[in-house]
């Protein structure tokens, strides 16, 4: 910068209009950064008012008893482009609970399979899709839903009590909320199950 | 014929001025086209007039970093023969809405004066500017010979602009169309491309939202056979990425969609055996809503990768160490925090080659985080087993929300060669939570051992000594981002006047005045911008800069502030081609 006179002035013309958020006379400390952001627009996370030096500790402290207050967002912080921000926002929308993942074990195949109970539509999509996930092991077709008489497996489920329920017996809706998982078990054992008390 | 000529003129001339003086031009041309770097044929151009003259002719590629800094009037003029042209808009912090929509670099006047300049154009490559589906429909339809069209982080066309596309441009080879902000009015423009279409060698739709329809996809791949690139986006199912893996096997890189659970796969080993039939991979991308049991089936194509990018997979650390068992010639990385520390781990223990590695945060947002040792995502244990396993490693970009000016000291001191240092420790005005010092000394130490450094991005709780290290050491830095640092002026002094090499500077929500901008009033006309925002400059102040300093463009943001005095958002960079004449009315040029 050139070190002539007149851009002297020109300084202090400047440095004697200017506003500033601390006190008179105080404007050549070393400040700690300020973290209040000047536009009133956008939230404020701390107010670091007056010059008062403050250390790094007391900010912390300061910081962990304001903690309990949700922090507001501050806009483009952290700096990650929207479309990676909204590729995140659907990942933990799907990752959440309300996706229903149950486990299916198949009596005789040696691992399980998981599936999204929330994916079908009814109980007919449920049985195609269990039957072609396992159809490389069964020797039969898995029964329909209400009736076990004749058919080599039939598919039950644990519910929320704990207990193993023929799958079909209750509206979809209902079953899909009370579903822990799924057992598709060998005719013999579910015949026990289908028969009206 | 013309090296003939060379010979005769070389045992002619004894004296070196007439050699030179009689050098055809024709002979400099020719020569000249093996200068393709941009700064290189700068360099060339300002030799003698006659150079200038043989570079302009054989120049082939223009690359504008700002468009605004020139005009596409000029750039015509002096460049009679380009066939490729690469444009910049918007500045960088557009990406994190800190430049309000509307703003500006439209692509339009530059299609406008090229279509008659540069009738036989083939190749745009542009970042950050605005494309309507006019301007596309008029780019496919006055350059016939069109080839490559590649839209980074642009906004403002849909669908029905990638239609024109597909419809009008008959020897397209790359259509990429990466992080762009498209409005989705269906995916009905893929089926565009005509039956007789068959030179694509390149295709990105990985950020599209809307589903593309899968049979014209099908058929499109199985008739390209140079296709050497497809990503697409998340609604094309596994089984679907199975059977375009069958008509394509000579693909060097892919971005799958979704690779999750999906009911109509015929088996695993179907696909198993669809990726073995791979042999040429060496990217791989995509992999949206991952199922664990899915992934073994890469692990054939894993051999030779090179760039692998799970930015979109949740993956945790033992699915990674799995995946990474089996890619050991990896060079580039890009991974979630889900990985955490162990993850990182395994990437040290297996890619020992890795050059690049960048960690995004899978929650950005959450509050809640508490570190001390039980929070999540990545921590420096993590950044430090990397630097450890990883001796080439010269690219980071680290999301975390702990950092101790140790571990960065310990890192720079494995990785020594680093070109690009960007680490965003997440809660603001963070210091070393081990010691609770402003973290000063981490970049200290990163700008004192890693003397390539090009790109350096601070965050943290920093004084003005940061920047003191940053302007005394940083002498081949190029690109500096700073967010909530520095104590006074002397902060961004120091850096002005110790950076030769700075082109850009960005700067947000630091204590930074009037005085420090006017101190790098001799710096601005050799940097490409620099961009100001939250900081403490005035209206005056920047006119004072715009008075002294005539070539550069001083532009104030104004978005309806009452306080009149104060310059939110300052944007300044050099031009040759004056104040924009495009200003929105919240753009005041000085």
Known sequence: ?197 | MAIKKKKELDTEEKSPENRILSFPDEVLERVLIFVKCHKDRSAVSLVCRDWYNAERWSRTHVFIGNCYSVSPEMVARRFPNIRSVTLKGKPRFYDFNLVPPNWGADLHPWLVVFASAYPFLEEFRLKRMTVTDESLDFLARSFPEFKALSLVSCDGFSTDGLASIATYCRNLTELDIQESGIDDLGGSWLSCFPDSFTSLEALNFANLHSEVNFDALERLVARCKSLKVLKVNKHVTLEQIRRLLVRSPQLTELGTGSFSQDQKLRSDADLESAFSNCKNFNTLSGLWEVSSVYLPALYPVCANLTFLNLSYTALQSTELAKLLQNCPLLRRLWVLDTVEDKGLEAVASSCHLLEELRVFPADPFDQEVIMEGGGSGVTESGFVAVSEGCPNLHYVLYFCRQMTNAAVATVVRNCPNFTHFRLCIMNMCQPDYLTNEPMDEAFGSVVKTCSKLQRLAVSGLLTDRAFEYIGTYAKNLETLSVAFAGSSDRGMQCVLEGCPKLRKLEIRDCPFGNAALLSGLERYESMRSLWMSACNLTMNGCQLLARKMPRLNVEVIKEDESDDMHAEKVYVYRSVAGPRRDAPPFVLTL
């Open chain 1, 1 to 197: 910068m050139e070190g002539g006179g007149s851009d002297g002035s020109d300084l202090d013309n400047l440095k004697a209009t200017e506003l500033k958020l601390g006190l008179p006379g105080t404007g050549e400390q070393e400040k700690l950064p300020s973290i209040l952001p000047r536009s009133s627009k956008r939230a404020i996370l701390e107010a670091n008012e007056g010059p008062s030096k403050r250390n790094s500790s007391e900010i912390k402290s300061v910081e962990r008893d304001q903690k309990p207050a949700a922090k507001a967002q501050i806009v483009g912080w952290p700096p990650i482009q929207s479309y990676r921000k909204n590729s995140y926002q659907a990942m933990k929308m799907e990752a959440e609970p309300t996706g229903m993942y149950v486990k299916v074990s198949m009596d005789g195949v040696p691992y399980l399979r998981k599936i999204d109970l929330k994916v079908y539509k009814g109980y007919e999509e449920l049985r195609e899709a269990l039957e072609d996930m396992f159809k490389c092991f069964s020797l039969g077709e898995i029964s329909r839903m209400n009736e076990s008489n004749g058919y080599e497996y039939a598919i039950t489920y644990e519910d929320k009590d704990g207990d193993w329920m023929l799958v079909g017996d209750v509206p979809w809706e209902m079953f899909i909320s009370s579903c822990k998982r799924m057992r598709i078990m060998k005719g013999d054992e579910a015949r026990g199950l289908g028969s009206t008390p």
